[in-house]
């Protein structure tokens, strides 16, 4: 717990002496590394058949580049069949913490990390009904894990890669409504181990698929959903390929911004873990929650 707290503090201090160097500068849209954020959020969580966890919580999100560079465009690597100009990130971290309020002190770490990651940005305008808002690359994202309410201790996800696309439908150019869908999938290497001992340490490859569904009004703000799943799986037999592990996150939520940089966001989240030792039943683990956070994008 000691270590947790000093790792917290340590990323928290990092987050804000970076973020008050910046220019204000508005993103907020789901998926673009451009957005540097910070958020506060208030809410409460309880867990399926397990009263340990159950009670209000404080979460802090901060995204954040350390260096990003704009490239050249290229006509042989477009976006979508038009030009597209790369922009590219290097040290893109993603941090989110959640501390108990009633004793249980930090429950949730998950800190991503990626060396390089790229958007194409089409450029020029499309009369396209479907366009193309952005196509998304991450290359070695690296992603830690542990939460006490879903009793894991650790687990370490390494992507070999992360390729998407970010799209963006328009049922003409005078509607206030955008429908934006995301797709993103990655394959890897993953550790995970329990807090049960009776469970073995994980060591697995995975498949993971993330999606993202949205709808945006450009005066009422954006009702959205969230998908995570990153299934691990074995190359041996089913009766010998164990031990691996999935992890699952569902969020429905509704964004809007306020003024300037802040922006509110109240959302529904279902996160659950899943242990398949094989000779003994799975550990299957879940928790629900309702957050409501105030942010800052630049």
């Not at 399926?48 to 580049?65: C, E, P, S, T, W």
């Amino acid at each position: 717990m000691i270590i947790k707290n000093n790792l917290s503090l340590a990323l928290f201090i990092l987050v804000i002496y970076n973020l008050i160097l910046l220019p204000t500068c508005v993103f907020a849209e789901q998926w673009d590394f451009r957005d540097t954020s910070i958020g506060l959020g208030y809410g409460y969580e309880k867990r399926a058949n397990n009263n340990d966890f159950v009670g209000q919580k404080v979460i802090l999100d901060a995204q954040y580049a350390f260096n990003r560079e704009e490239g050249e465009t290229s006509e042989k690597l477009s976006c979508c069949a038009r030009p597209s100009l790369p922009e590219y990130f290097y040290g893109l971290m993603d941090l989110n913490l959640r501390w108990g309020t009633d004793g249980t002190a930090l429950e949730y770490v998950s800190l991503n990390l990626t060396p390089q990651a790229i958007m194409w940005l089409p450029e020029g305008d499309s009369t396209d009904k479907y366009r193309t808002k952005w196509d998304l690359l991450e290359l070695g994202a690296t992603r830690f894990i542990t939460d006490d309410a879903l009793e894991v201790d650790s687990y370490l996800e390494v992507s070999f890669l992360r390729a998407g696309r970010l799209g963006a439908l328009k049922w003409s150019d005078d509607s206030p409504f955008t429908l934006l869908t995301g797709l993103q999938v990655s394959t890897g290497w993953a550790w995970g181990k329990s807090n049960n001992d009776l469970y073995s340490e994980v060591s697995n490859p995975f498949a993971g698929l993330f999606v993202n569904i949205t709808l945006e009004h450009k005066s009422w703000g954006k009702i959205y959903t969230e998908q995570r799943y990153v299934n691990g799986f074995s190359f041996s037999s089913p009766a010998r390929g164990h031990p691996t592990a999935r992890e699952a996150m569902v969020r429905i939520g509704y964004f809007k911004s306020i003024y300037n940089c802040l922006a509110f966001n109240i959302y529904l989240q279902k996160r659950s873990f899943y242990f398949d030792e094989g000779d003994l039943p799975g550990l299957y683990t879940q928790t629900a929650a309702t957050v409501a956070e105030l942010s800052c994008h630049w």
